[in-house]
């Protein structure tokens, strides 16, 4: 199935459905930043359970903040988007 919606299942059958991310994540490039995201979230000692979900929200966040997102646009709104989830906004 192809669409907007993300679906992350984890060893212990536990699903997670990401429903916020739109079409600006369907641009070249946008999985490497997931990748990098989720990387960066494990190298700070978080667990993939949680990593990578932060990471998707992260994604997701900064796929709204512009009308087009470019992956370069990813770089500057990654600490801002990890500040929001911090501050649960």
């Given amino acids: 199935m192809k669409g ?10 536990n699903i997670w459905i990401n429903n916020l991310a739109n079409q ?3 641009t070249a490039g946008s999985g490497d930043v ?27 966040k900064i796929s709204k903040s512009k009308k087009n997102v470019v992956v370069e646009d990813f ?6 988007a990890i500040n929001s ?3 649960n906004n």
């Avoid at 907007?4 to 059958?13: G, L, R, S, Y």
């Avoid at 979900?53 to 994604?59: D, E, G, N, T």
Wanted: charged share 15%; with cysteine.
């Fill in 4 to 13: 907007n919606d993300t679906v992350i299942a984890f060893p212990d059958e």
């Fill in 24 to 26: 600006n994540l369907a």
């Fill in 34 to 60: 997931l990748c990098g995201i989720i990387a960066g979230l494990l190298a700070q000692k978080m667990t993939i359970e949680d990593a990578v979900p932060a990471s998707l929200y992260i994604q997701s």
């Fill in 75 to 80: 770089i500057g709104e990654i600490p801002i």
């Fill in 85 to 87: 989830l911090k501050n």
